[in-house]
């Protein structure tokens, strides 16, 4: 039960987020939800069995977790707000987390866990923000294009 409950709450937290974004996000916050909730679909299908896990490289989600950067990269280039940034530099720093475990095999397994999966906890607070602060720009100023040409 104390595995599940922490995967419930991440669940949860995800659907909420997600949810939030469809019904008052723009462009871009839908795009970043659907993105998000892609990833962590993927990555729960195909992760490691819990005896391993976080025990190495974990070269999966690490593909998952490379490709999510390179799309987020692309919504932060197109969107015309500022935190898609934000989230892909968290994105960002966990790629670096994988990286830094396949240079460090002897890094304690705790540490590679604790740096994959608290910062996509701060990624859904960021969404959730960004979503909050274009719905009130939008019902103070009206519509905003949501991307850049």
């Given at each position: 039960?104390?595995?599940?409950?922490?995967?419930?709450?991440?669940?949860?937290?995800?659907?909420?987020?997600?949810?939030?974004?469809w019904w008052r996000g723009g462009g871009p916050e839908r795009a970043v939800a659907a993105l998000f909730l892609i990833a962590w679909l993927?990555?729960?299908?195909?992760?490691?069995?819990?005896?391993?896990?976080?025990?190495?490289?974990?070269?999966?989600?690490?593909?998952v977790d490379t490709l999510l950067l390179i799309a987020l990269l692309a919504i932060s280039r197109r969107a015309n707000r500022a935190w898609?940034?934000?989230?892909?530099?968290?994105?960002?720093?966990?790629?670096?987390?994988?990286?830094?475990?396949?240079?460090?095999?002897?890094?304690?397994?705790?540490?590679?866990?604790?740096?994959?999966?608290?910062?996509?906890?701060?990624?859904?607070?960021?969404?959730?923000?960004?979503?909050?602060?274009?719905?009130?720009?939008?019902?103070?100023?009206?519509?905003?294009?949501?991307?850049?040409?």
């Amino acid at each position: 039960m104390q595995v599940v409950t922490p995967l419930l709450i991440f669940v949860g937290l995800l659907l909420a987020a997600c949810l939030f974004a469809w019904w008052r996000g723009g462009g871009p916050e839908r795009a970043v939800a659907a993105l998000f909730l892609i990833a962590w679909l993927v990555s729960f299908l195909i992760h490691s069995p819990a005896s391993i896990h976080y025990h190495g490289v974990e070269v999966q989600t690490m593909i998952v977790d490379t490709l999510l950067l390179i799309a987020l990269l692309a919504i932060s280039r197109r969107a015309n707000r500022a935190w898609p940034v934000v989230a892909t530099s968290f994105q960002a720093l966990i790629v670096l987390a994988h990286l830094a475990r396949g240079i460090n095999p002897f890094q304690f397994p705790y540490v590679y866990m604790v740096m994959v999966v608290s910062w996509p906890l701060i990624q859904l607070i960021v969404l959730t923000a960004g979503t909050a602060f274009h719905w009130r720009r939008t019902a103070i100023n009206g519509a905003e294009p949501s991307w850049t040409n």
